[in-house]
């Protein structure tokens, strides 16, 4: 993995943190973005004790602005040439109704949307080589459907459906991405870390965050399917697959429908568009 590039999102904690770890002692460079600069200071000066080497370059975005998501892209656009692997793993869950800084529902805002606008604005830098690849956190939580008719739940807000609702799409996305022809070279997988005590719940109910806190894996453990799918050749993976537990996981029988999965990327390049 030495001489690679990785662009991280959700890096400096948690999951993507134990990521970044492993990806830098491998050898890989990395790309972060996040919005504390403190904390990409000091993810940074942690990965170049592991890797003195380290080519890292932190980039400052906040995921519920989609013209700070814009400009960091087109910062990384202007200063690099390749990503070998994208890591989309930021992620939150809140417990009331939130709105993004343009007024959209938070969850979908910055789970969904601005993950995908990563992918969109960037995927121009990942080699169609065969052997790039784009990781996507999602959750065992994906029951359910997509609510084209509320995507943000303005008539009743739930938040365990606002996040239930984003990680289904983001699962989706992966297998409609995987299918189509102008992304041929490129193989997309989704993840399911399992329960993990992490920042994601921060703005949940205290039960919510006691539930997690004693039930939950620790980072380290719940990034190990991560880690394998990062690792391993292409040829020994399944492209647009959902994995958990490091291996190919049947999910529910929604998660497969493609004509939504379209449907929702259309509804996606909406908000990007506007």
């Known amino acids: 993995m030495a001489s690679k590039t990785a662009l991280i999102t959700g890096a400096t904690s948690g999951i993507g943190e134990v990521v970044a770890r492993h990806l830098a002692e491998k050898g890989c460079d990395l790309i972060v973005l996040a919005r504390s600069q ?8 942690e ?5 003195p080497d380290i080519n890292f370059k932190g980039v400052l975005c906040d995921f519920s602005s989609l013209e700070s ?27 009331s109704e939130k709105k993004s800084q343009d007024g ?4 979908l805002h910055v789970n969904l949307i601005a993950q995908m606008q990563v992918f969109r604005k960037l995927v121009a830098l990942i080699p169609k080589n065969g052997q790039s690849k784009v990781i996507i956190t999602s959750s065992g939580l994906h029951q359910g459907e997509i609510y084209f008719d509320d995507l943000e739940f303005k008539q009743k807000f739930s938040g365990f459906k606002a996040y239930r609702q984003s990680k289904l799409g983001l699962m989706m996305l992966t297998r409609w991405l995987a299918k189509q022809e102008e992304y041929s070279g490129i193989s997309f ?10 920042n994601l719940g921060r703005d949940t109910g205290w039960f919510a965050r006691s539930i997690f806190k004693l039930f939950g894996k620790s980072p380290e453990k719940g990034a190990q399917t991560h880690i ?19 291996k190919v996981t049947k999910a529910t029988d929604y998660s497969y429908n493609l004509e939504a999965a379209e449907k929702l990327w259309e509804a996606v390049n909406g908000y990007l568009n506007k």
């Open 189 to 198: 997988f989704s993840i399911h870390p399992g329960m993990v005590s992490t």
């Open 38 to 45: 403190e904390k990409m200071d000091r993810l940074s000066n």
């Open 69 to 95: 998501t814009e400009n960091a892209c087109q910062s990384i656009l202007d200063k690099h040439d390749c990503i070998d692997m994208m890591v989309l793993n930021a992620g939150l869950w809140n417990s």
């Open 228 to 246: 394998h799918v990062a690792d391993a050749e292409v040829s020994s993976l399944t492209n647009g697959e959902y994995y958990a537990n490091s």
């Open 47 to 51: 990965l170049k004790i592991l890797n």
């Open 104 to 107: 959209i529902e938070e969850t």
